[in-house]
């Protein structure tokens, strides 16, 4: 047979046979549907048979040709089997009495078995109308089409006709048309295997796969190894693709165009003929898929939508959420409180008092610091009266606690997680008093920070610290640094954790003498070795309690052997083990804000909560269809976000441990997130290299920020959430302008806002080394800058309170073989 998917099946042109290769056909099939068990379309044909042979029957050789074409869809009388077999089997008309056995062919089998299955297809309809009617509600139900009963060419002629209409129309509905070109090639490859025709199915995935990798490489990748029926059955996202409509979402004006096209208005005069054509009958196959698989939402207005609004409202949404409710409503139906977690009035107090003491007696070092102007004049703000109260009006309690929108809520003290105690505790003190000292001390950043000030740039940008690692062994799989800047934690391959200092301090571990009681502590070593894992290391959390204000007490760690380890940073030991997600590697852990709990993201699907004090989990929470890659607590801890590598973001309640949120958009695994400090964004980046930003009140997406090469590792908010940095496995460090809209930016034009410079060294085999090396071709407007490195991969980007930013990652010799420019940066 022909390699030409078209010639498998389909009219063909060839003469008819004689009638000795119709009744040996008869037999064959007859006999084929005997042995299988396909009573009914035996009957059918058998009847058909009985209908030929008697009156009328014998001169009907014209009207056979005339109707033959349109037998299996419009004759209201049983079928003929060589009128069906003549044109769908090319086989069938060329095939003499002597070789018709050595021609049975495994294909020209499935090829029968295709058209056995339509006919048995076809009989069960009619049984099913018949019954329909005798209950006298045939006015009711759904209009039925003729897309069961294609042939395969003619699925693929649709697929190919859909395509020149959407490439040849106008680029303004192009991107939202095209959003059905995706579940129409899926659906047809499926449906070619789910025939038996895998040479066809094969020849149509890989002419056509292209145009769809670039939005939806994963599943791409993912049906690429389907080949049979049989692994349809056991494929996971088959069957999500069977079992759930693909939700397109269209404006107005684009899906009146798409009505048009389907109904054949305006087209050639070959398009409109019917279905006795093969173009009616390539239409019938679109149609068949779009009327029955395919859910199109469409929006009231006639604009077309925009790429952000396409790609987060499309896919098959009815396997991630409730199928008796759209996204909107599952986004909108719980409202959530953003605000800052509450303090007690004894807490505020306190701090006010204890920042007059430091001020008024020197120890804060005003007089000299980086804003003693600012620190001086605070000196009076929030004065205690002849009774020793404070006024809560002054401007040092806005410092503490800062007004909010009128549409953030707050949460009450009794629902954070844990509840905030009615007595604080010193590190609570500890904490409050030094997070006023870093706001004192922040270098604003960004866009406009300093407007009004003519000697200075408006738009200020971070200073950069990367600490580099060379010699790591067999690599390193994680980073963290601890809020105060003066720990670095390095995750490594070879199972163990390596502590330095940031500050160059011997780290001393402390001990307790067993006759007296005492504390003792060492000499102190350069850096320390923790050993307990028996797999990498995949994520690191130091414990959020004392804030600024101290080094850290303890230490979390997760492993690809499935436990998580807490640490202890005045012993260097370890003192619990969690075992809560059976053996599947931990990919994530986190503390909370508030410290005492923690949560864990895991290759079995869930992200857990866990409470230090316990060694199982307190909830779980179960919704993604595939591992749960990382997890990020709400600043006000009320809320828990994970990113999965189903391409899917979900916001949880911590308590209730119900989904709340779902925010679609990312066409790859989601990797790395960021809570921006004031609670009100989300940013999620990964294997896509794109990072997108998500209003967490409305569940919008704000912008999508593209410029990275390699998938994205970490991100992090500047303290006043206005500045993004991430950190990518293509040596850079990028700073994103969270606040502006973004968009394309114009052609040759840097993050600086210069134009020019940009070589594209795309197959070159070299790095680009220096902003005039192309860095930033193909990036948003929101690129504010990006800081290169030679050969080290960002494996960690963390912002200080005071706008510094810290990044880490592991220096990657040069090969042999590349050519490698090692100009400094």
């Keep these: 047979m022909s390699d030409n998917p078209s010639a498998e099946a389909g009219p063909s042109s060839q003469p008819e046979s004689g009638g000795a290769d119709a009744a040996l056909l008869r037999q064959f099939v007859m006999e084929y549907l005997q042995s299988h068990g396909f009573e009914r379309a035996l009957q059918i ?8 042979s008697g009156p009328g029957g014998g001169g009907g050789e014209t009207e056979e040709a005339q109707g033959g074409r349109e037998a299996i869809i419009r004759a209201p009388q049983p079928v003929p089997i060589e009128s069906t077999l003549k044109r769908n089997i090319p086989q069938a008309q060329t095939v003499s009495a002597s070789t018709l056995s050595e ?12 058209i056995i299955e339509q006919l048995q297809r076809k009989s069960e309809a009619a049984a099913t109308d018949e019954a329909m009617e005798a209950e006298g509600d045939a006015a009711d139900r759904p209009r039925q089409t003729g897309e069961g009963v294609l042939d395969p060419s003619e699925r693929v002629e649709g697929y190919g006709r859909y395509r020149r209409w959407v490439d040849q129309g106008l680029d303004l509905w192009k991107a939202e048309l095209d959003g059905v070109s995706f579940p129409l090639f899926v659906h047809t490859f499926l449906d070619l295997l789910n025939f038996g025709f895998k040479r066809s199915a094969r020849v149509f995935f890989d002419s056509n796969r292209k145009p769809h990798e670039a939005l939806h490489s994963t599943e791409i990748a993912s049906l690429a190894g389907i080949s049979s029926k049989l692994q349809i059955r056991n494929h996971p996202l088959s069957q999500r693709l069977l079992n759930n409509k693909y939700t397109v979402p269209l404006s107005r004006n684009s899906h009146d165009l798409l009505l048009q096209w389907l109904s054949g208005a305006g087209l050639d005069e070959d398009w409109e003929a019917g279905l006795h054509t093969t173009a009616g009958r390539a239409k019938e196959a679109v149609k068949g898929i779009v009327f029955n698989r395919i859910k199109i939402t469409v929006s009231h207005s006639p604009m077309p939508l925009d790429k952000i609004t396409l ?26 409180k953003l605000g800052p977690p509450p303090k007690t009035e004894k807490l505020k107090e306190q701090v006010v008092r204890t920042l007059q003491d430091t001020e008024s007696s020197g120890a804060n070092g005003t007089a000299t610091g980086e804003n003693g102007d600012r620190d001086a004049a605070g000196s009076n703000d929030g004065a205690a009266d002849a009774n020793g109260d404070i006024d809560m009006t002054q401007p040092i309690m806005k410092e503490i606690e800062p007004d909010l929108d009128a549409d953030t809520l707050s949460p009450e003290p009794g629902e954070t997680f844990p509840p905030v105690p009615a007595v604080f505790r010193t590190a609570d003190l500890k904490r409050e008093v030094e997070a006023v000292r870093d706001k004192r001390r922040m270098i604003r950043s960004g866009p406009g920070a300093n407007i009004g000030k003519s000697v200075l740039p408006t738009t200020v940008l971070p200073s950069v610290v990367a600490f580099t690692m060379y010699d790591g062994g067999e690599g390193v799989s994680s980073v963290e640094f601890s809020q105060d800047s003066s720990l670095m934690a390095v995750g490594s391959p070879e199972s163990c954790i390596r502590l330095w200092s940031v500050k160059g301090e011997k780290l001393k571990a402390k001990s307790m003498d067993p006759s007296t009681g005492d504390i003792l502590e060492d000499e102190g070593l350069a850096h320390r070795k923790l050993i307990g894992h028996s797999g990498p290391v995949y994520s690191l959390s130091f414990d959020p309690i004392y804030g600024t204000a101290q080094s850290p007490s303890s230490l979390l760690s997760s492993s690809q052997d499935g436990t998580i380890r807490l640490w202890s940073m005045d012993t260097y030991s370890n003192l619990v083990v969690y075992r809560g997600h059976g053996r599947d590697p931990v990919w994530d852990v986190e503390w909370g804000p508030m410290g005492v709990y923690f949560a864990s993201a895991s290759r079995d699907r869930t992200a857990r909560l866990w409470s230090s004090d316990r060694v199982t989990p307190l909830r779980m929470y179960t919704g993604h269809l595939s591992d ?15 990113g999965s590598s189903d391409n899917s973001c979900r916001l949880w309640d911590v308590q209730r441990g119900a989904c709340i949120r779902l925010f679609l958009g990312h066409t790859d695994a989601v990797t790395t997130m960021a809570i921006s400090p004031d609670g009100k964004v989300l940013a999620s980046a990964g294997v896509d290299r794109d990072i997108w930003l998500w209003d967490l009140g409305s569940s919008r997406p704000i912008k999508k920020m593209s410029g990275h090469r390699a998938p994205i590792h970490s991100l992090s908010f500047s303290a006043e959430s206005s500045v993004l940095v991430s950190g990518s496995a293509d040596c850079t460090v990028r700073c994103w302008d969270v606040k502006s809209a973004g968009g394309e930016r114009a052609r040759g034009e840097g993050a600086d806002g210069r134009r020019g410079g940009g070589v594209d060294l795309a197959g070159t085999g070299r790095v680009p080394m220096g902003p005039g090396e192309g860095w930033d071709e193909g990036a948003t407007s929101d690129l504010l800058s990006t800081f290169h490195t030679k050969r080290t991969p960002i494996l960690k980007a963390h912002y200080t309170p005071r706008n510094l930013c810290m990044v880490a990652g592991v220096f990657v010799p040069p090969s042999n073989t590349t050519n490698i420019t090692t100009a400094a940066v």
């Design 45 to 52: 044909i058998q009847a058909g048979i009985k209908d030929q």
């Design 103 to 114: 021609r049975i062919t495994p294909e020209f089998e499935a090829q029968a078995r295709y």
């Design 311 to 336: 790609a987060s409202s499309s896919g098959l949404l009815s396997s991630y959420i409730p199928p008796t409710a759209d996204l909107d409503t599952f986004n909108t139906s719980t409202a959530l």
């Design 628 to 642: 749960v890659n990382c997890v990020k607590f709400h600043p006000n801890s009320l809320y828990l976000a994970t």
